[in-house]
């Protein structure tokens, strides 16, 4: 099946800089992936949706200065953290859905854990 | 706006039991429903897919069902195991032209005692 990576598999920095998180889809295309964050005990909330050659599309609520998502070729996109707070500390997991298959489904990646000092 | 919740929020059972995780939605316009099984610490593994054209969906000991109409999904897991103790997390998806986005619910926690 398809995969999808992500790197790295987690990260602690200090509060005031910036983290960058790769998600990779390994055996096919994706034009488009989204990014979750996770806190603990709660579900997956929906951060954004990466697209390919275009800005991403932010959910309400989320701050798009401060998660910026960089989706430059058809099998990357990157989430960066801009000044890093302890707030921020949760576990970050993206999905990347295959549109040459004809199916919808997501192929989610192993997450992110990131822990701000 | 579409909204999904999980009942119940934990669950603790003996191994051998037959059990049933409940999901919601408050928007029948759905495009496929999924189930997923998170592990601690981990990501999302995928088990189930209903398309919103379908009334359930089976593999293994595991039976997935969808009642579009009453905003209803249902994970039958029978003779529950020591190894399917994890998170299962319900997600909708809207159809395309709201992006293929997912919307979860809450999960339910599940342990299963040996």
């Known amino acids: 099946g398809a995969v999808v990576s992500q790197h790295p598999s987690w990260v602690i920095c200090k509060s005031g800089t910036s983290v960058k998180i790769e998600c990779r889809s390994l055996?096919?295309?994706?034009?488009?992936m989204f990014w979750y964050r996770q806190f603990p005990k709660q579900s997956l909330m929906l951060m954004a949706t990466s697209n390919e050659g275009s800005k991403a599309t932010y959910e309400q609520g989320v701050e798009k200065d401060k998660f910026l998502i960089n989706h430059a070729s058809l099998t990357l996109s990157t989430l960066t953290v801009t000044s890093a707070h302890p707030e921020d500390s949760s576990f970050y997991i993206c999905?990347?859905?295959?549109?040459?298959?004809?199916?919808?489904?997501?192929?989610f990646g192993p997450g992110t854990r990131l822990l701000v000092l | 706006k579409q909204e999904v919740t999980q009942i119940p929020a934990a669950l603790s059972v003996p191994e051998g039991e037959n059990l049933v995780l409940n999901c919601s939605f408050t928007d029948s316009a759905i495009y496929n429903l999924q189930w997923f099984r998170q592990d601690p610490g981990k990501g999302l593994t995928s088990l189930l897919l209903?398309?919103?054209?379908?009334r359930e969906q089976t593999s293994g000991r595991l039976n997935a069902s969808l009642d579009k109409s009453s905003g209803r999904s249902t994970l039958y897991i029978a003779a529950s195991q020591p190894g399917d103790s994890a998170t299962y997390l319900c997600?909708?998806?809207?159809?395309?032209?709201?992006?293929?986005?997912?919307?979860f619910g809450q999960g339910t926690e599940l342990s299963v005692k040996p």
């Open positions: 055996d096919f295309q994706a034009t488009t």
């Open positions: 997600a909708v998806m809207g159809g395309s032209w709201q992006g293929g986005k997912l919307i």
């Open positions: 999905s990347a859905r295959d549109e040459d298959s004809g199916s919808e489904t997501q192929y």
């Open positions: 209903i398309q919103s054209s379908q």
